[in-house]
């Protein structure tokens, strides 16, 4: 890691473009405004953005078909698609990034369980802490967690209250278009916001938690609700009687699970938001736009003010990117640090299981935190009696070493590029020491990312009897990728380099993060796109999902904790505009410190519409 040209703490980032000069870009805030920020060489930079022609509709149909039959042109039209992707590129890779062990799962090293702290027992800064009773009763910031417990003890509302309208809520027009919600058992909502009214109108609240209103993305399992993973294989499966251990834990707290959200057919794309069954997710900022995915209506959920808190499952960016799409706060903790593969009650198995994370979207990272410790497990009902207090330190980043890979954060267009120089100004300004590093092999990460989660998720398909035929049945895009799959990525010989490659990449963020304590990188590589038209059968993306997955998959591939949150807001879409943090293994409370700080300096501004149907729209003041 060599150190970037910088001066002393407060002095400006000099981040020189790749020709050695300032990258004159417009937008707010772009690298090149006031020629603060520049690269040194691009250091072996070789990440890819992948395009592929546009066809007609009836000309894409034809070849998925024949990918989906097989034969010559369907082998011929997939092989092409794996050519272009960079497959064939990564069949011949050699080197250090091949020359380890394969490893099934994301490699722990020594030290790493050490590292843990209780979510709770170092949470972020807290927005809404201090004032006073009714200080955080008010419309400056999204309302959070320790809003709607305000709101029930001072006796402004109660959960059946807020469960009424957020059933009223979802007969609005606005809130019908924007499609978060695709499943909700009403009588069952109001049974469980009556029950806990009546603990909290007697003074016996299960927890601080009690009568928060949560979705969960319909990926995960819910008593009472079948579980489509947002495709038609799974549509005629009955009601889950097991309930996820992740669901069971939130219940336990007292929240009242509220529905299931939209999401992309098996989680397959990171950013459209679209399902063939369900129909189109909108971004609550800018309904034009996409939301992201595939946690598309969760994030869409928190962003628009319908509930406080929804619970994502994320295989490649899928909390993260959708999250901080919506101006939410979308948390992807250390690989297994909330339980999914070793969920006891096996329920909630992701599709892709080395690689699955469940995690919160919230209002801010301090929520994300009393969520996530309540979803590992690590806080019981009794930790959390009170909310607890932020961390001494929740502001101060004096001695913070924050790494940055300055050719991977120039690959990004504006507003994203000026946004994310801007934060780093900003947490140098706070103390913070700028560290440059360098992370070679992105490319070979992102294929392997790719063949992994495939893969494996093909495999899930075949154990559940669903492949190969539910193929018939699937979006195009879904089509596409399962095929390709089929025929070249799951071969033996290429799984096993992507896990060599995993080992690799596991080795060397832990090498990275002996010299710096977080990485930070834009959250995506260009602003969601509007949304697609004519999507009756699900039209491939290519260059869009890769746009939208260009820095989220190397905490995927190795486990390590992320998290992705808004630091301002686009002027020409209105569209919140975020950064991704990465930390080591167990470290968690690094990246949700850094939010903590984040959020504090963001200037929050609402969607519109987002008090028409707010649940506390009443008790908060204006």
């Known amino acids: 890691g060599r150190p970037l040209g910088i001066g002393p703490r407060g002095s400006p980032l000099h981040l020189r473009s790749a020709g050695g000069g300032a990258r004159r870009r417009g937008g707010r805030g772009g690298f090149g405004r006031r020629g603060r920020l520049g690269v040194m060489g691009r250091d072996g930079y070789d990440l890819k953005s992948l395009s592929a022609p546009k066809m007609p509709g009836c000309v894409e149909g034809l070849v998925v078909s ?69 200080a955080c009763l008010s419309r400056d910031r999204a309302p959070g967690l320790r809003d709607y417990a305000e709101a029930y003890r001072s006796g402004k509302c109660t959960p059946a209250n807020v469960c009424d309208r957020f059933l009223e809520a979802l007969g609005d027009p606005h809130v019908v278009y924007l ?43 819910v008593v009472g609700y079948n579980t489509s993973y947002g495709t038609r294989c799974f549509m005629d499966d009955p009601p889950t009687e097991v309930e996820g251990q992740t669901i069971q834990r939130l219940r336990a707290a007292g929240c009242i699970i509220v529905g299931k959200a939209n999401m992309n057919e098996l989680g397959l794309s990171p950013i459209t938001g679209h399902n063939v069954n369900f129909g189109q997710c909108h971004n609550p900022y800018n309904p034009k736009r996409m939301p992201g995915g ?67 979207i919230a209002n801010s990272a301090y929520d994300a935190a009393v969520a996530a410790a309540v979803m590992s497990g690590e806080a019981g009902v009794e930790d959390l009696a009170q909310f607890p207090k932020p961390r001494a330190d929740a502001l101060d980043l004096a001695g913070l070493k924050v ?157 390590i904790p992320s998290i992705a949150f808004p630091v301002s807001y686009d002027e020409h879409t209105g569209l919140p505009v975020p950064v991704q943090v990465m930390a080591p293994n167990n470290r968690d409370a690094q990246v949700l410190k850094v939010a903590g700080v984040a959020g504090g300096m963001l200037q929050w501004k609402s969607p519109d519409k987002y008090w028409d149907t707010h649940p506390l729209r009443d008790a908060l003041q204006k």
């Open 66 to 134: 024949a990918m989906r039959k097989g034969g010559f042109f369907g082998s011929l039209f997939a092989y092409i698609a794996y050519k272009d992707s960079g497959f064939k590129r990564f069949e011949r890779l050699g080197g250090p990034a091949v020359q380890v062990e394969p490893s099934d799962w994301a490699t722990r090293f020594p030290g790493d369980e050490e590292a843990r702290v209780p979510f709770h027992k170092l949470p972020p800064a807290d927005l809404r802490e201090g004032g006073g009773a009714g």
């Open 179 to 221: 499609n978060a919600v695709v499943k909700c058992d009403h009588e069952d909502v109001r049974e469980q916001a009556r029950l806990s009214t009546e603990r909290i109108l007697r003074g016996e609240p299960l927890s601080v938690l009690d009568g928060i209103p949560v979705i969960v993305k319909d990926e995960g399992h």
């Open 294 to 360: 595939s946690s598309s209506g969760s994030a869409c959920a928190v962003g628009a003010g319908l509930v406080p808190l929804a619970v994502g499952y994320d295989g490649g960016g899928s909390i993260r990117l959708p999250a901080s799409m919506c101006g939410a706060v979308g948390l992807k903790a250390t690989h297994e640090r909330i339980g999914v593969v070793k969920d006891p009650q096996g329920a909630d198995i992701c599709i892709t299981a080395s690689m699955g994370h469940t995690g919160p």
């Open 403 to 559: 790494g940055v890979y300055t050719p991977w954060v120039l690959d990004s267009e504006e507003p994203l590029r000026g946004a994310c120089q801007d934060f780093l100004e900003q947490l140098q300004s706070r103390g913070a020491q700028i560290v440059g590093v360098t992370i070679p092999n992105l490319d070979a990460m992102r294929m392997a990312h790719t063949i992994l989660i495939t893969s494996e998720g093909l495999a899930e398909l075949k154990k559940k009897g669903k492949f190969p035929g539910c193929m018939s049945t699937m979006a195009r895009d879904t089509q596409a990728k399962y095929a390709i799959t089929e025929l070249l990525l799951s071969k033996p010989a290429l799984v096993e380099k992507a896990k060599r490659v995993r080992t690799y990449a596991c080795s060397l963020f832990n090498e990275l993060f002996q010299e710096c304590d977080v990485i930070v990188t834009p959250a995506f590589r260009s602003m969601p796109p509007p949304v697609l038209r004519n999507q009756e059968f699900g039209e491939i993306s290519v260059e869009i999902e890769s746009g939208a997955m260009h820095y989220v998959l190397p905490s995927s591939l190795t486990g």
